[in-house]
């Protein structure tokens, strides 16, 4: 189990160095992009979403391989946060994404940062260990979307 | 170099269960996250394709998280296969995705393989054995494709 989660971590460090590789060939496929990572990472989290709220039955391997998925996706939507892609409809990024990048990639840190602790939490398997590192998890989404996403 | 291959790996290979462990509330849900993985893996694959094309420089270190992030995102679109979610318009799946199933699990398998031996040469960073590694992937994703998906 650990000599997994030693795995997961070194291969979640090398994608660090992803958003300087990416290319969009067009600021549509950026927020495509962006939009599907997040999507798929929301799936994932929002399963260990239903066990820590009693939703669903607590199911340590569903929670571990999710969180590890989720966490895997949290590193790529940044990339496509590219130049001249902020929106006005609900769920857009606000203008102040690239004026305040400096926050805001602070605060993409933050939630990648939970989200690898989540996955640490759900590989070791214990209930409440997953729900507390859930809702900081959750605490640092809800931080960036109240400040960086139009409601 | 070799220590991250083998990590990257095993990472993989934790994946393999998450299938079995997928659940979507609603058909559409199922839809939406297999399309959101395809496209970003079909992101990533396509910059290779770039590479190996010569439509952009060969660059060893993009190639290789490209792949990385590819070969991941290939274990999750197919449990979003669920019952009932075959459609009409172009690019869809037919219904002969759930009468033979075997065979499409297989075409599954095989471009995840393929997708798994991409990275692995990306890693080693062999332009030629990218080359070679990606038109393998392309021709298996075209298998699949050309019996299983709407033209």
Redesign the interface.
Known sequence: MK??L???V??LG??A??PA?A??QKPE?AV??R???F??MA?HFG?IGAMVSGK?PF?A??A???A??AA?MSK?PYAGFVDGTSGTEKGSPKPIVWTERAKFDEDAKKMQDEMAKLAAAAKGGNADQVKAAFGNTAGACKNCHDHFRVQ
Request: aromatic share 8%.
């Open positions: 000599r997994q030693v795995a997961v070194v291969a090398t994608l160095s992803l590789a290319q969009f496929d495509k992009y939009k599907a990572a999507q798929v799936m399963r669903a199911d391997a569903a571990a391989s999710n590890e998925v895997f790529l």
